[in-house]
């Protein structure tokens, strides 16, 4: 059985051909007819313990795309909250007869136990632990990195050899930040992180990236600068930062964004906190790339469902077939 549980297990071309597969399946995207036959009679559940908007929504899409029979698992309103483990609801799954699980979860680390358990045969997604790991995100932002950076055709079988990523914020609590250095450096592309030194994590000077604590001096060298959140969720109040001080160092308003390079951009993986962060100027400018890795993000989820349960069939030959 496979399974996406981080983009650390990724290799250069694993992860080019998931970006290579995910443009063909934009390109079903913008037919008319956006269905696949490819996950026909297989079952996907959507496993949820922790909030989400955009990475349910997508994957759901995304199932739907190819075809797959959708359950969707929301922790609240479930046996969860009568004190039910993640051993006894894996079985209950388990029992119904389920190919995917796609898992969100408030644990670092509860998507490798449920693929390592033996609780449960089926191929397990990470779709975001603690503050582990979000592959399926890391890929969206490489996708849309390489599409603005290299091109949408151009950047057929290509990595990110030499591009300049920024990673600007949170970076403590943020998994989106751990998967995006793993799977920007074993894409080629030179990271570094910006953060306050409190909301670094130790250990964060062994990562393959370099680290700043100088915004202003970074900007000019980024081809992409991706802002994270301020999890204030995962915060003890005593450590929150104020907005003022926060914004003033590490936030990017349109003074700051005027020092990037002319074809840089920005990225948010959402949901963004604006004038905390990100200015509602920056977020709405047309330099902003937040709703296209929306976008971008059902490709993707479709790309990694057919890797990992679609059989051998050429997804291209699939998609002939639903045409005629
Ligand atoms: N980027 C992301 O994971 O957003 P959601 O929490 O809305 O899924």
């Given at each position: 059985q496979r399974h996406l549980i981080s983009a650390a297990d990724l290799t250069r071309d694993d992860a080019v051909l998931i970006l290579d597969t995910a443009e063909e399946m934009a390109r079903v995207a913008d037919r008319p007819i956006k269905k696949l036959p490819t996950l026909r009679g297989r079952t996907v559940v959507n496993l949820f313990f922790e909030d989400s908007t955009r990475t349910r929504i997508s994957f759901e899409a995304a199932e739907k795309r190819l075809s797959a029979d959708v359950i969707n698992f929301s922790a609240k309103g479930s046996s969860v909250s009568k004190g039910e483990s993640l051993k006894d609801t894996a079985q209950t799954l388990e029992a119904m007869g389920v190919d995917a699980v796609v898992i969100r979860h408030g644990a670092s680390g509860a998507p490798y136990r449920l693929a390592t358990s033996g609780w449960i045969d089926a191929a397990v997604i990470n779709a975001g632990d603690g503050t582990h790991q979000h592959p399926t995100q890391a890929l969206l932002d490489a996708f849309t990195m390489r599409r603005r950076l290299v091109g949408r055709d151009t950047g057929l079988g290509q990595d990110l050899a030499g591009k300049r990523i920024t990673i600007v914020g949170d970076v403590l609590h943020s998994r989106v930040a751990r998967s995006n250095v793993d799977l920007l450096h074993t894409l080629g592309a030179e990271v570094t992180l910006v953060a306050p030194p409190t909301l670094l994590p130790v250990g964060a000077s062994a990562w393959p990236c370099e680290i700043s604590y100088d915004l202003d001096a970074v900007l000019p060298k980024s081809d992409a600068v991706m802002m994270l959140r301020v999890q204030r969720e995962r915060m003890?109040?005593?450590f929150f930062p104020t907005e003022r001080e926060y914004s003033r160092r590490y936030g990017l308003d349109g003074d700051r964004m005027a020092?990037?390079?002319?074809d840089a951009i920005v990225m948010h993986p959402g949901p963004m906190v604006r004038g905390m962060e990100i200015t509602a100027e920056v977020a709405d400018?047309?330099?902003?790339t937040a709703i296209e890795q929306v976008a971008n993000g059902v490709s993707i989820r479709m790309a990694v469902l057919y890797l990992l349960l679609g059989g051998n069939e050429p997804a291209v030959t699939q998609s002939r077939t639903t045409d005629s």
């Open positions: 003890n109040a005593a020092r990037m390079p002319e400018s047309g330099r902003c």
